[in-house]
C-alpha cells in the first residue's frame, strides 16, 4: 500500500525568505502524481502545485516550486518570498495513475507559520 | 461548476442519534473520496468510490459508519449511532483522472460535534 510522510509537523519562515518542505512516499508503481495542497484556517483546501511522475522537470507555481526526486520518493516544497497569506497546514498527497484504483492519499501535514 | 457541495456546513448531535452527511460531486468526476479530519489522526481516507461503485472502505472505522453513492450526483456518509469519538470533520472531494486535472476537488467540509 501506499503511505506518504511528511517528518516536519511544525515549521516557520521569516516573512520574505524561503522555507522546504518536505514529503517522501512509498510507492512500488512507476506512473502517478503528486500534490501539496494548502489548508488555511478556513479549512478549504486548496491546490498549490501538481507534479506528473513521468514529467522530470519540476513544477513551478510563482513562489511555489518542488523538488522532485522520483529514485529516492521524494518530493519536496519550497516557497519563495514567504507572505504572511502562506500561513497554513500544508500537505502532501498521492495518487496512482492507474485508473479505478486512483485513491489520493494524505500526508500528515506541516503547519507553517510565517513570522513577520 | 459550483465545486464540490457538501451539507451540513455544521452539525451537533447527541451521542446514539444518526447522522447523514451529504455531498454532490463536480459534475463529470468520476471518483469520490469521503475524508474525516481531526487533530490526532490527520485527513484519514474513509472510503473511495469509482463511477458510483466503493471501491476502497478499508478506512471506514467501524460498522457504525456507511457510505453510498446511488447516482454520480450524490453520495452520503452515515453514522449510526455516533458517538463522541466520531466528532471530527467530514470532507467530500471528487475528481477524475480525464483531461488534465488530477487532483482531488475538496468541498467545505461539515464540522461534526457529538456531544
Known amino acids: 500500500a501506499q503511505t506518504v510522510t511528511q517528518s516536519q509537523p511544525e515549521m516557520s519562515v521569516q516573512e520574505a525568505e524561503t522555507v522546504t518542505l518536505s514529503c517522501t512516499y512509498d510507492?512500488?508503481?512507476?506512473?502517478?502524481?503528486l500534490f501539496w495542497y494548502k489548508q488555511p484556517p478556513s479549512r478549504q483546501m486548496i491546490l498549490v502545485i501538481r507534479?506528473?511522475?513521468?514529467?522530470?522537470q519540476n513544477a513551478t507555481e510563482n513562489r511555489f516550486s518542488v523538488n522532485f526526486q522520483k529514485a529516492a520518493k521524494s518530493f519536496s516544497l519550497k516557497i519563495s518570498d514567504s507572505q504572511l497569506g502562506d500561513a497554513a497546514m500544508y500537505f502532501c498527497?498521492?495518487?496512482?495513475?492507474?485508473?479505478?484504483?486512483?485513491?489520493?492519499?494524505f500526508g500528515p501535514g506541516t503547519s507553517l507559520s510565517v513570522i513577520p | 461548476d459550483a465545486g464540490v457541495i457538501q451539507s451540513p456546513r455544521h452539525e451537533v448531535t447527541e451521542m446514539g442519534q444518526e447522522v447523514t452527511l451529504r455531498c454532490k460531486p463536480i459534475?463529470?468526476?468520476?471518483?469520490l473520496f469521503w475524508y474525516r479530519q481531526t487533530m490526532m489522526r490527520g485527513l484519514e481516507l474513509l472510503i473511495y468510490?469509482?463511477?458510483?461503485?466503493?471501491?476502497?472502505d478499508s478506512g471506514m472505522p467501524e460498522d457504525r459508519f456507511s457510505a453510498k453513492m446511488p447516482n454520480a450526483s450524490f453520495s452520503t456518509l452515515k453514522i449510526q449511532p455516533s458517538e463522541p469519538r466520531d466528532s471530527a470533520v467530514y470532507f467530500c472531494?471528487?475528481?477524475?483522472?480525464?483531461?488534465?486535472?488530477?487532483?482531488?476537488?475538496f468541498g467545505q467540509g461539515t464540522r461534526l460535534t457529538v456531544v
Open positions: 510507492t512500488s508503481e512507476s506512473d502517478y502524481y
Open positions: 507534479q506528473e511522475a513521468y514529467k522530470q
Open positions: 459534475s463529470g468526476h468520476n471518483s
Open positions: 472531494a471528487s475528481s477524475s483522472l480525464r483531461g488534465g486535472n488530477t487532483e482531488a476537488f
Open positions: 498527497a498521492y495518487r496512482s495513475a492507474v485508473t479505478s484504483y486512483d485513491k489520493v492519499i
Open positions: 468510490f469509482n463511477n458510483n461503485v466503493p471501491i476502497d
